[in-house]
């Protein structure tokens, strides 16, 4: 699947057996050499990151064990003290493995032992590799357990050791390393959560595959080139040529959300914002919306109720995209406005919030609107989405994604550090995230008004999904740098847009 430029490829393990295979056999790159920069590169991050004093290198059968016995004989060269420790008896290594066995000089392999790693300032995982999936068996489980007990700095090689380097589940043990030296190019289960939260730092190692390797990736990290995508305001535009966002949602207790929905739009540069609000509630949005205009509809001590519908459905004729569901709370009046709009309403329709709430268990209905559809879930509603339990969703957030991308014919924005953005043909990209001052209520909100402008400015809804994705990150970065991570709500968030998409691009 060819991925536009402003993604960085993300191969998963089946991609990168065929990028080692044309290496090796189109190109007549020798395996061994492969897995000389491979370790090489380990050894480079272990003496430029880790302290001094005992490294501690353990080894699977494998070519992953094979990197570790290069990378040992590097930190050797260089005056480290290494002990290398096999979960195999030697005679059980092959190949370009077995090979790089008999390279090592010095004291030889030891079998692990939990005490082995007693005293060890560093150790380096190099027990399973890319092509990892499922719940370690014994011995690495043990030996995973007793790494993550030792305290020491851990670098793992390509991968951390249970993690599953194509989706970044996790079913059992797994390595925590500070850092992982990945080699050709980084994996997605280094960027995705439950793995990104145990690789660490990411290093990508060139280790020699030569310029035209194939590129099978359907996944792909959001670069900042994505927010090139989004045209400038020029000399003659207008509000109206900005592109017009349409906000539905609000209910008492909870006007916060549509606010901030349309404040962000209006920030991300949509030339026109309009709140459809309770009619009840309206003073509350007048008195607090100075660029965006309200209009109220019907409703019932202060939830929309059924009727709204046709009112919202007259309004968004003269939008470019909608946002439904900020606020909107989850009466049955409002839940019967959100179904009968989405159902209905012919422009780009984002839902959020308990607009998503709305379609818990129903996410086919969503695949018969004819204009495009995106969802901007958290882990918990993708799971009322799809009729699942939210641990089931964070266990495998991208399989979950793609699913229900597939299963509404939408974007899907599954929310987190590692929002992950999934379109119903498979192709999925993921934020690089680094943000951890969009941990805090109403930044979603944001989110949703950032994609609506995009939206509103003509971009398709996978570009948009994740230009918005990317500037809301940004956003967060630079509003933490002002105040603090711990200090920033979301109100931070929207007033930072701008520094962030002239920083993010």
């Given at each position: 699947m060819t991925l536009p430029d402003w993604?960085?490829?993300?191969?998963?393990?089946?991609?990168?057996?065929?990028?080692?295979?044309?290496?090796?056999?189109?190109?007549?790159?020798?395996?061994?050499?492969?897995?000389?920069?491979?370790?090489?590169?380990?050894?480079?991050?272990?003496?430029?990151?880790?302290?001094?004093?005992?490294?501690?290198?353990?080894?699977?059968?494998?070519?992953?064990?094979?990197?570790?016995?290069?990378?040992?004989?590097?930190?050797?060269?260089?005056?480290?003290?290494?002990?290398?420790?096999?979960?195999?008896?030697?005679?059980?290594?092959?190949?370009?493995?077995?090979?790089?066995?008999?390279?090592?000089?010095?004291?030889?392999?030891?079998?692990?032992?939990?005490?082995?790693?007693?005293?060890?300032?560093?150790?380096?995982?190099?027990?399973?590799?890319t092509g990892f999936s499922g719940a370690p068996r014994e011995p690495v489980a043990g030996a995973i357990e007793a790494i993550n007990a030792g305290g020491a700095r851990v670098v793992a090689a390509d991968v951390p050791s249970g993690v599953d380097a194509s989706t970044g589940a996790v079913e059992g043990e797994a390595v925590r390393a500070a850092a992982t030296a990945t080699f050709h190019a980084a994996k997605p289960g280094l960027w995705i959560a439950p793995g990104k939260e145990l690789a660490g730092d990411v290093r990508v190692i060139d280790i020699g595959v030569p310029p035209g390797a194939p590129e099978e990736a359907d996944i792909g990290l959001i670069g900042p080139a994505v927010l090139g995508l989004v045209p400038p305001r020029r000399s003659g535009s207008t509000k109206f040529t900005e592109g017009a966002v349409l906000v539905v949602g609000g209910s008492r207790g909870l006007t916060g959300a549509p606010i901030l929905a349309s404040e962000a739009a209006t920030r991300a540069g949509a030339g026109y914002v309009t709140a459809c609000v309770p009619a009840s509630l309206n003073l509350v949005f007048e008195l607090r919306m100075l660029e965006a205009m309200t209009v109220p509809v019907a409703d019932e001590d202060g939830s929309l109720q059924a009727g709204a519908a046709g009112e919202v459905l007259g309004r968004a004729e003269r939008v470019q995209a909608v946002v439904l569901g900020p606020g909107i709370g989850r009466e049955d009046g409002a839940v019967a406005c959100v179904r009968e709009v989405a159902e209905r309403v012919p422009r780009p329709l984002l839902l959020d919030a308990d607009g998503l709430n709305a379609h818990a268990g129903r996410l086919e209905a969503l695949a018969r609107r004819e204009s495009p559809t995106v969802l901007t879930p958290h882990a918990g509603e993708l799971a009322r989405l799809l009729g699942i339990e939210s641990a089931a969703v964070e266990a495998q957030r991208l399989s979950h994604a793609r699913d229900a991308a597939s299963t509404s014919g939408a974007v899907v924005v599954l929310k987190g550090d590692d929002t992950i953005v999934a379109e119903p043909g498979g192709r999925a990209a993921v934020s690089p995230g680094g943000s951890p001052a969009l941990a805090t209520a109403g930044t979603g909100d944001v989110?949703?008004?950032?994609?609506?402008?995009?939206?509103?400015?003509?971009?398709?809804?996978?570009?948009?999904?994740?230009?918005?994705?990317?500037?809301?990150?940004?956003?967060?970065?630079?509003?933490?740098?002002?105040?603090?991570?711990?200090?920033v709500i979301a109100r931070d968030v929207v007033d930072a847009l701008p520094a962030g998409r002239a920083a993010g691009s």
């Open positions: 993604l960085v490829p993300l191969p998963d393990a089946d991609a990168m057996r065929a990028v080692d295979r044309w290496a090796i056999e189109q190109r007549q790159v020798p395996s061994l050499d492969l897995m000389e920069r491979a370790g090489f590169g380990i050894a480079s991050l272990v003496a430029e990151s880790a302290p001094g004093g005992r490294t501690a290198v353990v080894c699977g059968k494998g070519n992953n064990g094979g990197d570790g016995l290069v990378a040992a004989r590097f930190l050797r060269d260089e005056g480290r003290e290494v002990d290398v420790l096999l979960l195999s008896d030697a005679d059980e290594l092959q190949g370009d493995a077995a090979a790089n066995l008999g390279r090592l000089a010095g004291a030889a392999p030891r079998p692990f032992s939990a005490g082995a790693l007693d005293g060890a300032s560093t150790v380096i995982d190099a027990m399973l590799g989110l949703s008004g950032v994609i609506a402008a995009m939206l509103a400015k003509g971009l398709e809804p996978f570009p948009a999904a994740c230009a918005g994705v990317r500037l809301h990150c940004r956003a967060g970065q630079v509003a933490a740098e002002r105040l603090g991570a711990g200090a």
